[in-house]
């Protein structure tokens, strides 16, 4: 069965860190970019971070840029999200998908169950 299972996610105070892994079961990513996003309560989910299956590519929000990187393992078979200098507006559910290219959330294969991240004081 493919799937994608996030982890890493927490309580963190404003402007700690957080490390999140996306693993992959049932299939390698080798032939996937891998997309971030993120919902928080009451808003749509919105792209965060993505890398092409090659990793020479990486795009970020503007909202990130700086402060979040997206890096690949392919024989680990996991994709990172490196979140540096959280803020609380960065409080939201985290999911990670694989896609054939890095493009709007419809246009990814896969989901993960997504990973709660909490950054409050």
């Known amino acids: 069965q493919m799937q994608l299972a996030e982890s890493g996610g927490g309580l963190v105070q404003p402007g700690g860190s957080l490390r999140l892994s996306c693993a992959a079961s049932g299939f390698t990513l080798d032939d996937f970019a891998i997309g971030w996003f993120r919902q928080a309560p009451g808003r749509e989910r919105v792209g965060v971070s993505c890398?092409?299956?090659?990793?020479?590519?990486?795009i970020s929000a503007d909202s990130v840029k700086g402060r979040f990187t997206i890096s690949r393992d392919n024989a680990r078979n996991t994709v990172y999200l490196e979140m540096n200098s959280l803020k609380p507006d960065d409080t939201a559910v985290y999911y990670c998908?694989?896609?054939?290219?890095?493009?709007?959330?419809?246009?990814?294969?896969?989901w993960g169950q997504g990973t709660q991240v909490t950054v409050s004081s």
């Open positions: 998908a694989a896609g054939w290219v890095c493009g709007l959330a419809a246009e990814y294969e896969f």
């Open positions: 890398i092409t299956s090659s990793g020479g590519t990486t």
